[in-house]
Nanobody, 124 residues
Framework: QVQLVESGGGSVQAGGSLRLSCAASGAAVSRHAMGWFRQAPGKEREFVAG????????YYAEPVKGRFTISRDNAKNTIYLQMNSLKPEDTAVYYC?????????????????WGQGTQVTISS
């Protein structure tokens, strides 16, 4: 099973940017759809963005559309989440995930591998 390790989280002020990375090991993810999710304190884990195996299809949750960009580098077995114009409500632990499918999806049940998460804190 693939192992996923997120990095790039931190604390920034509102309006700032962060770039999250997710490095995969144990298996190539080039044939897998990948996703980013987040979980704020007291809330359920929610979908943020997804990308198909070939990056031709990407999906975003409404709250992040126009501000976040998901991308992947299959040669490096890595996916990214560029986050711009950050808001305090973006504060959460962000998780990288891999799907057994090549097609990106929005539900947590469509992903079977998860990283340990990276904390993102946005101050006003």
């Amino acid at each position: 099973q693939v192992q996923l390790v997120e990095s790039g989280g931190g604390s920034v002020q509102a309006g700032g940017s962060l770039r999250l990375s997710c490095a995969a090991s144990g298996a190539a993810v080039s044939r897998h759809a990948m996703g980013w999710f987040r979980q704020a304190p007291g809330k359920e884990r929610e979908f943020v963005a997804g990308i198909s195996w070939n990056a031709l299809s990407v999906y975003y949750a409404e709250p992040v559309k126009g501000r976040f960009t998901i991308s992947r580098d299959n040669a490096k077995n890595t996916i990214y989440l560029q986050m711009n114009s950050l808001k305090p409500e973006d504060t959460a632990v962000y998780y990288c995930s891999a799907s057994p499918s090549t097609i990106a999806a929005m539900g947590t049940g469509r992903y079977d591998s998860w990283g340990q998460g990276t904390q993102v804190t946005i101050s006003s």
